[in-house]
Structure formats: structure tokens, C-alpha cells
């Protein structure tokens, strides 16, 4: 006689995929073109730039941390992963300016209003690019 343990999971409560037209995309993987075009994307100095390539470098030079750390690292396929999207708009400074497709997800995480409200040094991250970005004078 077999049983079974299982559970229904309602699925679509995690599903937080947004249909969204970006302004950039830098396509997958990791290489030196896609830190240039997100530099170039964001107009950073030179010395930005510079320190981007030569963490990328060392980020390459080094082996995964698989010797204390899982071996699923060993499944991860960097090459498959993109790394910048972004719709080019700058971060809202008010909670007001946030886009709804933004506000949705947080309700949809359970952050109440009052609480998001409060919040004084915060950056809410939407894909690639802050959404909200405030700040307090006295922090």
C-alpha cells in the first residue's frame, strides 16, 4: 500500500513575472562587452569603467567556492544569465512616482503601505535599476 504526502501549492502566489518592454539589454552572459555597454548605458567615468574590468577579471581568475560551498555551484551556467535589463528611467524620489507594475509587487510581497511610507533609507530594486530610491536628511 503506498500514501502520499503531498500538498497543494498554489503556485501563481510566487509567480512574479512581468511582461516589460526594457530601453537596454545587455543579453546574456558575462564578458567584457556587457560591462562596457552597462557602463556605457549608465555613463560612468573612465576609473568606473576600469573597476568593473578588473573585477570582472578577478571574478574570472578565480575558481568556484565548491571546496566549502555546495557543488550545485558547479550547475550554475553564467553564460545563461542576464545580467542588466532596465526600462532607462531614473529612480523614483517618491513613493507616488513608483510605477504600478512596481507598487504591485510589493503588495503582492506583503509590504504594507503604512510601513513603505516609513521607510526613510531605502532603494527598492525592479530588475537591473533602483525603482525608489529616499533617503533621510539625517542618516
Known sequence: MSTSNQIAVD???GNFHFETDYAYDAGV?????????VS??????PWLLD????ALAAFEG????????????ENINFDQIRYYLS??????????E???DVKNTFERLGIPEQE??????????????AAYSRMKDDL
Open 116 to 129: 513603505r511610507k516609513f521607510l526613510a533609507g531605502v532603494e527598492a530594486q525592479f530588475d537591473s535599476e
Open 62 to 73: 578565480k575558481p568556484l567556492p565548491t571546496h566549502w560551498a555546495s557543488k550545485d555551484l
Open 11 to 13: 503556485r501563481e502566489k
Open 98 to 100: 513608483v510605477p504600478d
Open 40 to 45: 556605457g548605458v549608465k555613463d560612468e567615468e
Open 29 to 37: 552572459g558575462l564578458s567584457e562587452d556587457v560591462v562596457k555597454y
Open 87 to 96: 526600462k532607462g528611467q531614473k529612480p523614483s524620489r517618491t513613493w507616488e
Open 51 to 54: 573597476f568593473r574590468l578588473k
